[in-house]
């Protein structure tokens, strides 16, 4: 190149695929973003520029050098949008284990100092055995994913009239509505 400059060859598109098999595909596509995406290489296929190829698909050259990356890689399913991975959970099988364990055990009220366990209870018994430092919501869902539910007591009312919960049960209650 003039001026010690070196340009990059563009990555080549599929050989098994053309124009009108990729128009196909965006054709069939029940996802829009993937639709675009493959109308956009399609343009490429029939002698358009990388850049009038971004400017269809609205996006720029490095994200249509991308499209083509992952559809030389896995055809057209390669541009659907995929659900990110996440953050990698806290808790691992071991840590399940020893709580599924500490839960069926249950606890020993001269060893732990409870006489049930309670989410807090079991927090710092992560803490205490493996170092892991677990949020409320978490380890609730967490004791959810491992089958387990949080029980409580009904609560009570502190005005509560016993004589008419006697007569809600009898069923003595006056009629809602009358004959006029």
Same mark, same amino acid.
């Given at each position: 190149?003039?001026?010690?400059?070196?340009?990059?060859?563009? *990555?080549?598109?599929? *050989?098994?695929? &053309?124009?009108?098999?990729?128009?196909?595909?965006?054709?069939? /596509? $029940?996802?829009?973003? +993937? %639709?675009?995406?493959?109308?956009?290489?399609?343009?490429?296929?029939? #002698?358009?520029?990388? *850049?009038?190829?971004?400017?269809?698909? /609205?996006? @720029?050259?490095?994200?249509? =050098?991308?499209?083509?990356?992952?559809?030389? %890689?896995?055809?057209?399913?390669?541009?659907?949008?995929?659900?990110? !991975?996440? $953050?990698?959970?806290?808790?691992?099988? *071991?840590? =399940?284990? %020893?709580?599924?364990?500490?839960?069926?055990?249950? !606890?020993?009220?001269?060893?732990? #100092?409870?006489?049930?366990?309670?989410?807090?209870?079991?927090? +710092?018994?992560?803490? &205490? &055995?493996?170092?892991?430092?677990?949020?409320?919501?978490?380890? /609730?869902?967490?004791?959810?994913?491992?089958?387990?539910?949080?029980?409580?007591?009904?609560?009570?009312?502190?005005? +509560?009239?016993?004589?008419?919960?006697?007569?809600?049960? $009898? #069923?003595?209650?006056? !009629?809602?509505? @009358?004959?006029?």
């Amino acid at each position: 190149m003039a001026n010690g400059q070196e340009f990059a060859m563009p *990555t080549a598109l599929r *050989t098994d695929f &053309d124009a009108v098999t990729v128009r196909s595909a965006a054709r069939k /596509s $029940k996802d829009g973003a +993937q %639709a675009r995406r493959l109308l956009a290489l399609a343009a490429i296929y029939e #002698g358009s520029s990388r *850049t009038e190829a971004a400017r269809l698909g /609205s996006v @720029t050259v490095q994200i249509v =050098r991308d499209w083509v990356l992952k559809f030389s %890689a896995s055809g057209p399913d390669g541009l659907i949008d995929r659900k990110a !991975p996440g $953050k990698p959970p806290l808790l691992n099988a *071991t840590h =399940r284990a %020893a709580l599924l364990e500490a839960i069926e055990g249950g !606890p020993i009220p001269a060893a732990h #100092g409870v006489v049930r366990w309670r989410i807090i209870d079991l927090a +710092q018994m992560l803490w &205490d &055995d493996f170092s892991v430092s677990v949020s409320r919501p978490t380890r /609730s869902r967490e004791l959810r994913a491992l089958g387990y539910r949080k029980l409580s007591a009904r609560p009570k009312h502190h005005a +509560q009239d016993p004589e008419a919960i006697e007569a809600f049960k $009898k #069923g003595a209650l006056p !009629p809602s509505w @009358t004959r006029s």
